[in-house]
Nanobody, 122 residues
C-alpha cells in the first residue's frame, strides 16, 4: 500500500503562485501514473493534471492549461504541481493520486493522499 503526503498548500492572492508536492512511500512510483485532483466545496472532485510514469506524457484540464505544470522526480518518489496565475476559482482541496495502468485522463486512481488546502483570494 502506498502512502501519499501532499504539502505546499496555503493562501495566496489572485495572480500569485503556489507549488504543491506529493511524496510517496511504500511503493516505488516510477511505473505508475500520477495525478492531481481537486475538490471545491459543493463540487465533485475533478482531475486537474496527470503525468505518465516516464513523465513524457501529461494531461491538463482546460481551465488550468498554460497556468499549471505537473512534473515528477522518480528518483525522489515525488510529484509536483506548479500553479501560476492563480484564480479564486482554483480554490479547493488538492489531492495527489496514483494509479496502475497507462491511462492518465481517468477518474479511476487507486490511492489518494489526505489533501492540502489551496485558497486564492480575490
Amino acid at each position: 500500500q502506498v502512502q501519499l503526503v501532499e504539502s505546499g498548500g496555503g493562501l495566496v492572492q489572485a495572480g500569485g503562485s503556489l507549488g504543491l508536492s506529493c511524496a510517496a512511500s511504500g511503493r516505488t512510483l516510477s511505473r505508475y501514473v500520477m495525478g492531481w485532483f481537486r475538490q471545491a466545496p459543493g463540487k465533485e472532485r475533478e482531475l486537474v493534471a496527470g503525468i505518465s510514469a516516464s513523465g513524457r506524457s501529461t494531461y491538463y484540464r482546460d481551465s488550468v492549461k498554460g497556468r499549471f505544470t505537473i512534473s515528477r522526480d522518480n528518483a525522489k518518489n515525488t510529484v509536483f504541481l506548479q500553479m501560476n496565475s492563480l484564480k479564486p476559482e482554483d480554490t479547493a482541496v488538492y489531492y495527489c493520486a496514483v494509479r496502475a495502468g497507462t491511462a492518465i485522463q481517468t477518474p479511476l486512481y487507486d490511492n489518494w493522499g489526505q489533501g492540502t488546502q489551496v485558497t486564492v483570494s480575490s
